[in-house]
């Protein structure tokens, strides 16, 4: 897989690239899409060099003309294919002309989809006596905003039942590219050759269901100096739009220095754990520990202290009923979360108010604090905070319900900054943050991660962070990168189902120490 940009755009930001190009090469593209058709060219010959017949599925747009110019490329090559077509590009367009060329090669196009090699049983099972390789999947480009509809959902449902490996051409057919969302059907690739910009859409949402590998191809084109002026124009996203993976930041992570004592570490407050739920705190704690947090005391419910200390004896406690303890202990710390397993109630919402008037050190809010937020509706807006928020609090916290959040999550991340300040870290596949100047997508996780518990072990980590001295949006960043591979790597070692928290505390101490 080749190494993503840092810089992401949007639909409208890329046409504005392509109309710049334009201009300077006789007013059209045509040649970014032969460079299109022969990068996913170059990735097949590549990747799937044992393919011995390719089928390749164009629709009438630039995304069908980049899927001829690939068939154009199996014909010179004597690779054996197929072209399958919703329709002919309309005339004089740039699809057009590539179609064109593949005809004049003495290429074919079927306009039906092939139904030999298909036995219908049971009115429902397909068995496949002939079936291709390798597909390509030229549909749809980056200009779908709602489901696909007539022939080309019936053709993309055909594709997906073939069961074969599929290469999608800059996107899988069916993904919002904006947005991430796949409102209906979808092809499902196991690799998107992504052309000339990286496109949020593949990073997040439900499109992470169907892109499979990224492989990007700039096109030999230098988009360096058009991200920030471009987002001054672009209607689809505020703010700049970049991507990181744990690779890319590890110049963040935190040092510790032969002089340093455990003071010097980071001292940790983590107020979380009313009765019945002393899991959080003690998931909460481990993560701010194994990610080097000097000192760690959990305020919490006593009922809770026995078990905690049975599993992790490092963890200091007090009685979060003791609003004196507290409160001093809120002074000894240098960074503080609250929220995880404290429940909605006046008793969080009080716990919340000692908080309303802390300057000096950068807090977490996270689960219960997040809904205290939105029930209670107060203590809106501070800078000196980082929110972690996942879809369903998001929405309550917005007002609005879950499916709106995750219809379009960079939009949600941004609007959650907005309204409360500080950091917002928007939980998900493709976690967002937002620091109100940029948007960043973490390019990290794994379905490991779907679990009970992570989102606390996350708060640790980040709440630690912060008390070894990173910034708040450092410390989001960092954090969730570090807790994506760490879930990554635990369930390609041991398995994705079944995972829990606790088992990726050993992979997070050493990735921590990567740097040393």
């Not at 810089?7 to 040649?31: L, M, P, R, W, Y």
């Not at 640790?460 to 570090?482: F, H, K, Y």
Request: with cysteine.
């Amino acid at each position: 897989m080749s190494k993503l940009p840092y810089e992401v755009f949007t639909s409208d930001e890329v046409k504005q690239i392509e109309a710049d190009h334009a201009k300077s090469h006789n007013g059209h593209c045509f040649d970014l899409m032969q460079r299109a058709g022969k990068s996913v060219f170059d990735y097949i010959v590549r990747e799937c060099g044992d393919a011995k017949e390719v089928w390749v599925f164009c629709g009438k747009g630039n995304n069908g003309g980049d899927g001829y110019i690939v068939a154009s490329l199996l014909l010179e090559n004597g690779i054996k294919h197929r072209v399958f077509a919703t329709g002919i590009p309309h005339e004089g367009s740039e699809a057009s002309y590539a179609y064109e060329l593949f005809i004049k090669q003495g290429g074919s196009v079927e306009y039906e989809l092939p139904n030999n090699g298909l036995v219908q049983e049971s009115g429902a099972e397909i068995i496949h006596v002939s079936k291709p390789d390798l597909i390509i999947d030229a549909l749809l480009g980056t200009g779908i905003e709602s489901a696909p509809t007539g022939i080309t959902a019936k053709w993309i449902s055909y594709i997906n039942k073939l069961n074969t490996f599929t290469v999608a051409v800059d996107v899988p057919s069916g993904v919002c590219a904006d947005t991430g969302g796949v409102p209906g059907m979808c092809v499902c690739a196991n690799a998107t050759v992504c052309m000339l910009a990286l496109k949020p859409g593949l990073l997040t949402s439900d499109a992470v269901d169907f892109v499979g590998d990224i492989e990007f191809a700039s096109l030999d084109v230098d988009t360096n100096g058009y991200h920030e002026i471009l987002t001054e124009s672009s209607y689809k996203s505020p703010l700049p739009i970049f991507q990181v993976g744990f690779d890319d930041l590890q110049d963040a992570l935190p040092i510790r220095l032969p002089s340093y004592n455990k003071g010097d570490n980071g001292k940790v407050l983590i107020i979380s754990g009313a009765r019945g739920m002393g899991g959080a705190a003690i998931i909460c704690g481990n993560g701010a520990l194994r990610s080097g947090a000097g000192l760690v005391k959990i305020a919490m419910d006593l009922s809770n202290v026995t078990a905690m200390l049975s599993v992790r004896p490092e963890l200091m406690s007090i009685d979060f009923n003791d609003d004196k303890s507290v409160i001093e202990a809120i002074s000894w710390a240098d960074a503080i979360a609250v929220g995880p397993g404290l429940g909605v109630n006046e008793r969080t919402a009080k716990l919340i108010s000692f908080l309303s008037d802390v300057e000096d050190q950068n807090l977490v809010f996270d689960a219960d604090a997040l809904n205290v937020l939105a029930t209670f509706e107060q203590d809106y807006y501070r800078e000196n905070r980082v929110l972690t928020p996942h879809p369903g609090e998001a929405a309550r916290m917005l007002n609005i319900s879950p499916d709106e959040v995750n219809a379009d999550r960079l939009s949600a991340c941004y609007k959650l900054q907005q309204k409360y300040g500080g950091v917002v870290l928007l939980k998900g596949p493709g976690t967002i943050v937002c620091d109100g100047k940029k948007l960043t997508i973490i390019h990290e996780g794994a379905p490991s991660l779907a679990t009970g518990g992570s989102g606390d072990l996350l708060t640790g980590i980040i709440v630690s962070l912060l008390g070894q001295g990173l910034s708040p949006e450092n410390a989001a960043i960092v954090g969730a990168a570090l807790h994506g591979r760490a879930g990554f790597l635990e369930g390609i070692k041991k398995g994705m189902i079944g995972t829990l928290p606790m088992d990726l505390c050993q992979n997070i101490r050493e990735l921590i120490n990567v740097k040393d």
